[in-house]
T-cell receptor
Framework: AQSVSQHNHHVILSEAASLELGCNYS??????LFWYVQYPGQHLQLLLK??????LVKGIKGFEAEFIKSKFSFNLRKPSVQWSDTAEYFC?????????????FGAGTRLAVHP | DTGVSQDPRHKITKRGQNVTFRCDPI?????LYWYRQTLGQGPEFLTY????????KSRLLSDRFSAERPKGSFSTLEIQRTEQGDSAMYLC?????????????FGAGSRLTVL
């Protein structure tokens, strides 16, 4: 079955630490990849997306993600986190085989950043 | 506010009652999606509409669930004879659709608690 796996359910960091959140998917063929973020008390917001081209994509608030096709991965990174990055982060995929119609989410990673 | 609107934001009901949620998408978006999110999980796809046509339904959507989008604008999700297992956040999203560029914008969700 098609699925998205996020390796860490909870991550705790101190401010200024570097962040990398893992995401792997199990689709064949062409995919679009997304990271969404949900800040406490807020709705899901798009952080960044990959459709094609440069596999290193930059999003809002200094986040970036790298698509590695051979590893079926789309890991999220930020060189230096801030307290305001405390949130839940979701990796998501839709696939050409499904007409890009259905976005499938991972279980999420809850990030807590301590000052 | 020109985002995706959902109503009500919270609903508490007794087991066996029927509930209905409403979603107003971004006006120019022709696709509308319903997802369900439970604690510690990512959003799970339930169904989606292209204009007024319901094009796909998840197996998660039992016979007690029905969704409509009668005029291709707002949508309703009804749950009949609610069960405690229906307690979740019900998320609506909309998009412009089309292949390869299908970016979903989410609403704040409707939280259902079944006692």
């Amino acid at each position: 079955a098609q699925s998205v796996s996020q390796h860490n359910h909870h991550v705790i960091l101190s401010e200024a630490a570097s962040l990398e959140l893992g995401c792997n998917y199990s689709y064949g063929g062409t995919v679009n990849l997304f990271w969404y973020v949900q800040y406490p008390g807020q709705h899901l917001q798009l952080l960044l997306k990959y459709f094609s081209g440069d596999p290193l994509v930059k999003g809002i608030k200094g986040f970036e993600a790298e698509f590695i096709k051979s590893k079926f991965s789309f890991n999220l990174r930020k060189p230096s986190v801030q307290w305001s990055d405390t949130a839940e982060y979701f990796c998501a995929v839709n696939a050409a085989t499904g007409g890009y119609n259905k976005l499938i989410f991972g279980a999420g990673t809850r990030l807590a950043v301590h000052p | 506010d020109t985002g995706v609107s959902q109503d009500p934001r919270h609903k508490i009901t007794k087991r066996g009652q029927n509930v209905t949620f409403r979603c107003d998408p971004i006006s120019e978006h022709n696709r509308l999606y319903w997802y369900r999110q439970t604690l510690g999980q990512g959003p799970e796809f339930l169904t989606y509409f292209q204009n007024e046509a319901q094009l796909e339904k998840s197996r998660l959507l039992s016979d007690r669930f029905s969704a409509e989008r009668p005029k291709g604008s707002f949508s309703t999700l009804e749950i009949q004879r609610t069960e405690q297992g229906d307690s979740a956040m019900y998320l609506c999203a909309s998009s412009l659709g089309g292949t390869g560029a299908n970016v979903l914008t989410f609403g704040a969700g409707s939280r259902l608690t079944v006692l």
